[in-house]
């Protein structure tokens, strides 16, 4: 591959970045930009009903609103040793 043809890629990657940032409802190949995904990854995770997603008229493609996708990545916070100890001398603190 060129590097003119490299360019090209890069720019339509940072076009289609871009877009996302706009965009509300996302497509396959956005989602999984967003994400780090494959898109056979995210397919497969459709397929497993493992991430919520939305169906076309017909069923034959699959869109994503952003902020599901943002909250089923930010699931489950998993705190800091620092803040678990904190709390935890919080509490035994007040149990005295």
């Not at 360019?7 to 970045?17: F, S, V, Y």
């Not at 017909?58 to 916070?77: A, I, P, Q, V």
Request: glycine residues 6%; aromatic residues 6%.
């Amino acid at each position: 591959m060129s590097d003119l043809e490299l360019l090209r890629n890069e720019i339509r990657e940072l076009r289609t970045i871009s877009l996302i940032g706009q965009k509300e409802i996302l497509e396959i190949d956005e989602a999984a930009l967003m994400m780090g995904l494959s898109k056979q990854t995210l397919y497969t995770m459709c397929r497993n009903r493992a991430i919520p997603h939305y169906k076309s008229k017909g069923g034959k493609k699959s869109y994503f609103k952003k902020s599901d996708l943002t909250d089923w990545m930010l699931h489950e916070r998993v705190d800091t040793l620092t803040s678990i100890n904190e709390e935890a001398t919080k509490i035994a603190y007040l149990g005295n």
